[in-house]
Nanobody, 121 residues
Framework: QVQLMESEGGFVQAGGSLRLSCTAR????????MGWYRQAPGKQRELVATMTLGDRTTYADSVKGRFTLSRANTKDTVYLEMKSLKPEDTAVYIC???????????????WGQGVQVTVSS
């Protein structure tokens, strides 16, 4: 199993900044892709940003230029730096990983519990 330990979310004013982190804990899996999704009330879960083991990063168009995803050298922790936050960024942010059980090629997705980020106008 993989446990995803998320930092706390927060409440910020529009234009403000916030940093989220997520650490994966496992002894049986290799952590492959890590990143964040988000889900706003009444909306579907959407990708925010993800990063592969090779540090290739994918961002949602809505956050490009404002959010930066980075990964620790240990590859088990990701950091989401969010700047110029807008009210429409308000959502539950959910950490995600694609993990491969050691000794196999089987990929398994894991999700964190999610943290609330609220941006006031």
């Amino acid at each position: 199993q993989v446990q995803l330990m998320e930092s706390e979310g927060g409440f910020v004013q529009a234009g403000g900044s916030l940093r989220l982190s997520c650490t994966a804990r496992t002894s049986l899996f290799m952590i492959n892709i890590m990143g964040w999704y988000r889900q706003a009330p009444g909306k579907q879960r959407e990708l925010v940003a993800t990063m592969t083991l090779g540090d290739r990063t994918t961002y949602a168009d809505s956050v490009k230029g404002r959010f930066t995803l980075s990964r620790a050298n240990t590859k088990d922790t990701v950091y989401l730096e969010m700047k110029s936050l807008k009210p429409e960024d308000t959502a539950v942010y959910i950490c995600y990983t694609d993990a491969v059980r050691i000794g196999t090629i089987r990929h398994t997705p894991y999700w964190g519990q999610g943290v609330q980020v609220t941006v006031s106008s």
